[in-house]
């Protein structure tokens, strides 16, 4: 049965909250992002995925820029599910989210690692993927696992696949990791169809596909693959804008917000338009720039506030929500 912590949808007072915005802020936010996918539209990299949304009612110009029309959203957003069962290897392991329970992961990707042996810096491992997994698979606090590190020994063509692989043996948890593009994302869900028997795989997905848009307003073509084929086998699909205020996307909290809700409403109208209630986790990674050195900021008050934003969003549309906490 999927966990449900003990005070999970219950409600009380007092306590610390970051409700970012009232209701009538919010649907300004939705508004101006409904006026960006109409008529500034988004970029959308794959001819497919185009040919997918023009068949469903959108429009392109300029060759590959999308225009989004209002209705077309809102047919997205009330088709997607609001409640996700993200299923582990065994059912033991299967974690719910819904609008009201928050459940908290590892971070990734870490591209260097401090080896504990020697106190070296060093690039990571497929060796230390396995490592770390069975690590995060031992904490009872952390019920799903995210990548944490990337096999840097093996060719950046199929390291993804190294990844999960070094997941998918050492953790029966849910796991979150990079689709890459669609083919290695295709490879990914044989392999765990492999897993779980591909009769199971509909109901126990044991994989959430991340994808990330490029701010502003890009869905490149391995973004559309991975999106378009976790739809297609019945798999999440997690599309986390990972823009920076001041940066990328406009520097005041609101402008930021807008341009990420630009860029999930893209992935997840193109999920649905690919397959009609397709499984589908509004995500993020975005923050603020540093504008002195130009790096994204973790661990701060603005990176907090966007993400406590994006949650906001999240219930507003009903959907499943995935947030950096840094």
């Known amino acids: 049965m999927a966990q ?10 007092g306590g610390l909250s970051l409700n970012m915005f009232t209701q009538d802020e919010m649907d300004s936010i939705h ?9 500034t539209g988004v970029l959308i990299g794959s001819p497919e995925a185009r040919e997918l949304l023009v068949k469903a009612g959108a429009s392109v110009y300029d060759e590959d820029l999308v225009r989004i029309p209002q209705w077309l959203v809102a047919e997205a957003v009330a088709s997607a599910p609001e409640v996700l069962t993200l299923p582990g290897r065994t ?11 928050v459940v908290f992961t590892n971070f990734g990707e870490a591209v260097y690692i401090v080896d504990p042996n020697t106190g070296d810096l060093r690039n990571s491992t497929k060796k230390d993927v396995e490592d770390l997994t069975r690590l995060v698979d031992a904490l009872d606090v952390i019920p799903v696992c995210e990548r944490m590190a990337g096999a840097q020994d093996y060719p950046e063509a199929v390291a993804e ?9 050492n953790t029966t948890k849910h796991v979150f990791t990079g689709g890459g593009n669609g083919k290695l ?12 028997g591909e009769e199971n795989f509909a109901e126990r997905c044991p994989v959430t596909f991340n994808t990330c848009p490029i701010s502003p307003l890009k869905l490149t073509a391995d973004v559309c ?3 378009m084929v976790a739809a297609r086998n019945g798999a999440i699909v997690n599309v986390l804008s990972m823009g920076m205020a001041g940066g990328s996307t406009p520097v005041n909290l609101a402008g930021a917000l807008v341009v990420h809700n630009c860029e999930a409403l893209a992935g997840l109208v193109l999920s649905q338009v690919t397959r009609k209630g397709a499984k589908f986790i509004y995500g993020s990674s975005s923050t603020a720039m540093d504008l002195r050195y ?14 406590a934003g994006v949650a906001c969003m999240a219930r507003y549309y009903k959907l499943p929500s995935w947030a950096a906490g840094g």
């Open 161 to 169: 696949l190294h990844n999960y692989e070094a997941l998918l043996m």
């Open 294 to 307: 130009g790096a994204a900021v973790v661990g701060t008050p603005e990176l907090a506030m966007l993400n």
């Open 31 to 39: 508004r101006a992002t409904l006026e960006i996918l109409e008529t």
């Open 4 to 13: 449900r912590w003990k005070q999970a949808g219950s409600l009380a007072s």
């Open 185 to 196: 994302t295709q490879y990914m869900i044989d392999m765990a169809k492999a897993a779980v």
């Open 91 to 101: 059912p033991d392991r299967d974690v719910m989210l819904d609008g009201r329970r």
């Open 225 to 227: 693959e991975v999106i």
